[in-house]
């Protein structure tokens, strides 16, 4: 009897081990994509908050005139980004200000929109669902009420959140564990570098990688770490695209439909009723002139899917990119000194390009 003691407990605590591990939220879990690290526990959820954040998501009913949901500026099949236009249109035609950014590894960033105002995935929902250019709920209160009222919701939110139900932190919880579950990573780029994998890239990807790490600087600011990559320094830059643009007077190209573009006085459709048609960055939270033009570093995974490109979307192509920083940006006084002149030959350029791609 008393030998038999240790054999029991240890079969007990395995046992409970056992218990243990099948209980755990999915979402807790070690992200198990190779070159990515884990998902934030914070953000991660379980699979009934996923569902749920996932209905949300597509619902257009979420919007004050049943006509927007998230999904319609975060499209899935363009890189949860829209090509179409460079900058989004929002509430019944209105143009706002800035490039819907991909939701891509959204998960692992620390700063976010493009000046990097809001630090809280959950939180940040309530953005887009109150901007009056936007989804253009006037209050929380009256949204929750739909939700709680809602024969479909109810279930699922009672499921996801039992014993809370819809609230304004569940919405946002559930919405965020479904945007944390937009991973990107395990690629070819992962099994090459992370992998052992050399052939997984092509040698003129290979060469992007050098140059890109390299000769032109790009992974000074588009991190790439020993076990892992976010492809973003979790900060900001003057890489000079919004001083350009302002110095474009106020204009800008616009995508109206596929292969149709016009000048657009940003003025005359209704920008300066914002009261900030000029965007200048993280300078508008911290008022530091240092941040004037200063945008959030975004992550690269998938970034072919999500053109155009930069806060403005004012370049089409990956191509356009790789040209913008071969040129040194767009020279102003308080550019980053990482943004230079880099002399990049066709070959080099191509290369880079292609990196990007496999990303
Ligand atoms: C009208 C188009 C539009 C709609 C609808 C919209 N977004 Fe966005 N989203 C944008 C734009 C534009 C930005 C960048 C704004 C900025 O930086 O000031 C953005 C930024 C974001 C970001 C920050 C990403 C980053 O890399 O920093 C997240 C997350 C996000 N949106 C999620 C959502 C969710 C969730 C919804 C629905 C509740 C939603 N969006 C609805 C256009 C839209
Ligand atoms: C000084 C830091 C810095 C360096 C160096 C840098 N970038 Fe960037 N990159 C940024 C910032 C900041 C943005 C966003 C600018 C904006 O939104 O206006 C950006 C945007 C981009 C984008 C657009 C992504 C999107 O989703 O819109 C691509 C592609 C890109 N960079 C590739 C590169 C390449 C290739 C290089 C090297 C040739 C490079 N970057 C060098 C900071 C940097």
Not at 2 to 11: E, V, Y
Not at 253 to 271: E, K, S, T, Y
Not at 290 to 298: G, H, L, N, Q, V
Request: hydrophobic share 45%; glycine share 10%.
């Amino acid at each position: 009897m008393r030998r038999a003691a240790p054999a029991f407990r240890a079969n007990f605590l395995a046992l409970c081990l056992a218990l243990m591990l099948f209980a755990a939220p999915a979402g807790a879990q070690e992200s198990s994509l190779l070159g990515l690290p884990p998902v934030p526990a914070m953000v991660a959820g379980t699979s009934a908050m996923r569902r749920l954040g996932e209905k949300l998501f597509f619902d257009r009913g979420l919007s004050a005139n049943g006509t927007l949901s998230c999904a319609m500026c975060h499209i899935p099949a363009q890189g949860f980004a829209s090509n179409q236009s460079a900058l989004s249109i929002g509430m019944e035609g209105r143009l706002l200000r800035r490039n819907a950014p991909s939701l891509y590894n959204v998960a692992f960033k620390k700063f976010l929109f493009h000046d990097g105002r809001e630090t809280d995935l959950a939180a940040q929902v309530w953005g887009p669902l109150l901007a009056a250019d936007e989804m253009g709920n006037s209050g929380i209160g009256p949204l929750i009420a739909r939700l709680r009222a809602d024969a479909e919701y109810r279930p699922l939110f009672e499921a996801a959140f039992p014993e809370e139900g819809a609230t304004m932190m569940t919405l946002g919880r559930a919405i965020a564990a479904y945007e944390a579950a937009l991973l990107r990573g395990g690629g070819r780029f992962d099994r090459a570098v992370y992998g052992g994998e050399r052939s997984a890239l092509t040698p003129q990807e290979w060469k992007g990688y050098e140059i890109f790490t390299g000769k032109a600087g790009c992974a000074a600011c588009h991190l790439i770490g020993p076990e892992t990559a976010l492809f973003t320094d979790q900060s900001w830059h003057n890489t000079g695209v919004g001083f350009r643009s302002e110095a474009a007077g106020g204009k800008r190209l616009v995508q109206l439909a596929p292969g149709v573009f016009q000048n657009v006085d940003l003025a005359a459709v209704g920008l300066a009723k914002t009261g900030a048609p000029n965007d200048v960055g993280r300078f508008e939270i911290t008022n530091a002139p240092t941040d004037r033009w200063a945008y959030t570093t975004p992550m690269l995974r998938g970034v072919s899917e999500s053109l155009p490109y930069m806060h403005d979307g004012s370049l089409r192509t990956l191509a356009e990119v790789v040209e913008f920083y071969d040129g040194g940006g767009g020279a102003n006084p308080s550019l980053d000194p990482k943004i230079r002149p880099l002399e990049l030959t066709p070959n080099e350029k191509a290369a880079i390009v292609v990196f990007l791609e496999a990303l």
